[in-house]
């Protein structure tokens, strides 16, 4: 079994938790949007309402056909690309204004390379919308079976955006009560996949969690996520 796929196709029955994720950052998105590791499209048509023109790309060829077959010609141009590729900042010439990046930097072995092209690419005061893995305590087989080379800590990413040239907006840890299903799954049990049926509680308990999480803005999360803007 590959595992990221069926990952992917586990996630993509998650609504109520790509709602939540898209919401969150909804209000950062301008008019021409490149979605970085787009895989089979699980936030793709959330994005298509909320933009002009979405440009998606994937390391996967099959993802890429998978998004052309799933949208209808002309609302999604999508490309092959490895983020590693110096060839990929040719896409700058599309006047891109968002990078939407989305779990991806963690699968990226040189993710400074990939963060150096991801700014490149972008116009100036372009928007790019990251959401990583946090806590390295969180490190085990779930992340290992996903091809995962690392989890991010808060300072660790925003010192490295500041880096390469990006004003930090907003950073926030998102997903606390995913943080227990993790450490157990990965840390205790050993699991390198989610179990569905884990999966669709979460799913169906999200409204719940996403009350809680907007009343007290968690300290702590089993994910990041980062706007940072590009500076002139």
């Known amino acids: ?10 996630i993509n029955k998650m609504d109520k938790f790509n709602e939540w994720l898209f919401d969150s950052f909804r209000p950062y998105l301008g008019k021409r949007v490149l979605e970085m590791g787009c895989g089979s499209g699980n936030l793709t048509y959330h994005l298509l309402d909320h933009c002009e023109e979405l440009i998606a ?4 060829e099959r993802h890429i056909k998978t998004i052309k077959d799933r949208f209808p010609p002309g609302k999604v141009q999508a490309f092959h690309f490895d983020i590693q590729d110096r060839e990929i900042v040719k896409l700058g010439e599309l006047s891109i204004d968002t990078i939407v990046c989305l779990n991806v930097l963690e699968h990226i072995k040189d993710d400074d390379l990939a963060l150096e092209n991801m700014h490149e690419i972008l116009q100036p005061e372009g928007r790019l919308i990251l959401f990583v ?3 390295r305590m969180l490190y085990g087989t779930l992340d290992m079976g996903l091809d995962h080379y690392r989890r991010y800590s808060r300072g660790e990413l925003s010192e490295r955006l500041e880096v390469k040239g990006f004003i930090i907006e907003k950073d926030a840890y998102m997903n606390f009560f995913g943080m227990f ?3 157990l799954n990965g840390k205790i049990l050993h699991r390198n996949i989610l179990p569905t049926d884990q999966l669709l509680l979460y799913n169906r308990l999200m409204p719940l969690f996403r009350f ?3 009343i007290t803005g968690p ?8 706007i940072a803007k590009k500076l002139l």
């Open 1 to 10: 079994m590959d595992i990221g796929e069926e990952t992917l196709r586990r």
């Open 57 to 60: 790309i994937d390391i996967s």
């Open 133 to 135: 893995p946090a806590l």
């Open 181 to 183: 299903g993790w450490f």
């Open 212 to 214: 809680f999480e907007k």
């Open 219 to 226: 300290p702590i999360g089993q994910s990041l996520l980062f």
